[in-house]
C-alpha cells in the first residue's frame, strides 16, 4: 500500500498543475483558442461583445466581468451583430439559421436565410438587412424577403476583398458602402439605373457599389455619395445626421444627410484639407489647407480599413491601414482633433490590409466603447473614451 502511495504521489501536484492551466486558459493568460475575429458588435450599453470567428465560433465577452464564452462553433464568421438598445445578438449557424437571443440565450426570433456576409437588424426587429457574397442587399426573411439592390454580381468580395458594408442610424436613414469608382459613383438615381434586376439582365457591375444613403422608410436610395476610390467604408452617425467616408487611397469625405449633394473633405494627416475649387495648377501647393493640422505621430497611415462613432453623433475614429494609431475627428469638422495610439502588441485587426475583416472594429458610440481583434488571433482589444478628456484608454486585452 505504501508503495502504490509512493507510486502515485507525483500525480496529485500534475493534477494541480493541469486544473491551474485550465483557469489560466478560460482567463485568457495564454490566449484564446479561437480563430481570428471576422465580425464584432456591442451592446449600446457597452457591457458586452459579440464576436464571430474564422474557426466559427461565437463569442460573447462580459467587459464588466472580464470573462467571455464560447456560444456556438457553428457560426457563420460574418454574422456576429449586437441589436440595439437591448442586450440582444444576432447571428447564422452553418445551416443558415439565423437566430436573435438575449444574451441569457432566450430566442426572440429564429428563421433561415441564405448565407450571409454581413447583416444588421434595428432594434425593432422590424427591418433585418442582410447582404450576399456579390454584394446584393436584401430586406426581411422567409417569404416576405424582397431585393433592395441586385442590378450586377460585381462588385463582390471575391473580386474585392471585402464585404457591402452595412450601417444603420437611429432614425431614418441606413447606408451600405463597397468601393468607390468615380462616374459610376456621380451617375444619378433614376429609372434608367434600378437597384433592382431580373436576375438574367443584371449589369456588368453595380451603379451602387459606393457610399449610398437609403431610406428605412421607402427602402430606396435617397443619395449617392462620390469621391471615394477603391475599397471604401463609411460609416452614419446614430442620429442619422452625418454620413463619414474614407479608402484605402487616404480619402476622406463627410456630409450632411439634410443636403447630401455637398461633399465636404476630410484632412490628409501631412498636407491637409485640399481645395477643389483651388484656382492654380496641379501640384502647387496652394492647393492644400494647413491651417489647422496637428503634428501626426510615427506610424499614422491615410489609407483607411474603416471608420466609427465613438460618442454619439459629436465624434469619430479613422483607423489607417497597417498601423496601430487611430484619428479623432469632431463630426462636420475636416480636421483631425487628436490621434490615439491603440497599441503595437498583440497586433491589431488593421494590420495586413486586411479589409474583409473590417467589421473585426466596432463601437458604442452611447457608452463610448471600441472593441477590435487582433491580426492573427482570435482575441480582443477593448477601449474607453472620454468626451471631456478626450482619451482612449485600452481597458481589457485578451490575447
Not at 484619428?327 to 479589409?355: C, E, H, I, M, N
Amino acid at each position: 500500500m505504501d508503495s502504490t502511495k509512493s507510486n502515485y504521489s507525483w500525480a496529485l501536484p500534475l493534477i494541480i498543475l493541469f486544473a491551474a492551466f485550465l483557469i489560466a486558459k478560460a482567463a485568457g493568460v495564454f490566449g484564446t483558442s479561437y480563430g481570428p475575429t471576422m465580425s464584432l458588435g456591442i451592446s449600446d450599453d457597452g457591457r458586452y461583445v459579440i464576436s464571430s470567428h474564422l474557426s466559427n465560433h461565437l463569442v460573447l465577452w462580459d467587459i464588466e466581468e472580464e470573462d467571455y464564452k464560447a456560444l456556438s462553433d457553428d457560426a457563420n464568421i460574418y454574422s456576429a451583430y449586437f441589436v440595439p438598445s437591448q442586450h440582444a445578438l444576432l447571428w447564422q449557424n452553418l445551416d443558415n439559421t439565423v437566430t436573435i437571443q438575449n444574451t441569457d440565450g432566450k430566442v426572440l426570433k429564429q428563421f433561415h436565410n441564405f448565407a450571409t456576409y454581413g447583416h444588421a437588424v434595428d432594434a425593432s426587429l422590424n427591418h433585418y438587412f442582410s447582404a450576399n457574397e456579390t454584394w446584393n442587399l436584401f430586406h426581411g426573411y422567409g417569404d416576405s424577403q424582397i431585393p433592395l439592390l441586385r442590378d450586377s454580381a460585381s462588385p463582390s468580395l471575391m473580386g474585392s476583398g471585402k464585404l457591402l458594408n452595412i450601417g444603420l442610424s437611429n432614425t431614418e436613414f441606413y447606408i451600405t458602402t463597397g468601393k468607390g469608382y468615380g462616374f459610376v459613383d456621380r451617375r444619378p438615381i433614376g429609372d434608367d439605373t434600378p437597384t433592382v434586376r431580373p436576375a438574367d439582365d443584371l449589369r456588368f457591375s453595380s451603379n451602387f457599389s459606393g457610399v449610398v444613403l437609403w431610406s428605412y422608410d421607402t427602402l430606396k436610395p435617397v443619395a449617392k455619395f462620390d469621391g471615394n476610390s477603391s475599397k471604401t467604408h463609411a460609416t452614419i452617425s446614430p442620429d442619422g445626421q452625418w454620413v463619414v467616408s474614407a479608402d484605402e487611397a487616404g480619402i476622406g469625405l463627410f456630409w450632411n444627410t439634410d443636403q447630401p449633394e455637398t461633399r465636404q473633405r476630410t484632412a490628409s494627416y501631412y498636407g491637409g484639407v485640399y481645395l477643389d475649387d483651388s484656382p492654380f495648377e496641379t501640384g502647387d501647393p496652394r492647393n492644400w489647407d494647413e491651417s489647422e493640422l496637428i503634428d501626426a505621430p510615427p506610424g499614422l497611415n491615410n489609407f483607411t480599413i474603416a471608420l466609427a462613432f465613438i460618442h454619439n453623433s459629436e465624434y469619430y475614429l479613422r483607423f489607417g491601414n497597417n498601423s496601430h494609431v487611430a484619428a479623432l475627428f469632431k463630426t462636420g469638422s475636416p480636421w483631425p482633433v487628436k490621434y490615439f495610439d491603440l497599441g503595437d502588441s498583440p497586433k491589431l485587426v488593421t494590420y495586413g490590409s486586411q479589409y474583409d475583416r473590417n467589421t473585426a472594429i466596432a463601437t458604442s458610440p452611447e457608452a463610448g466603447i471600441l472593441a477590435m481583434g487582433h491580426q492573427s488571433t482570435g482575441g480582443i482589444s477593448v477601449y474607453q473614451f472620454d468626451p471631456d478628456k478626450l482619451t482612449l484608454e485600452r481597458i481589457w486585452v485578451v490575447k
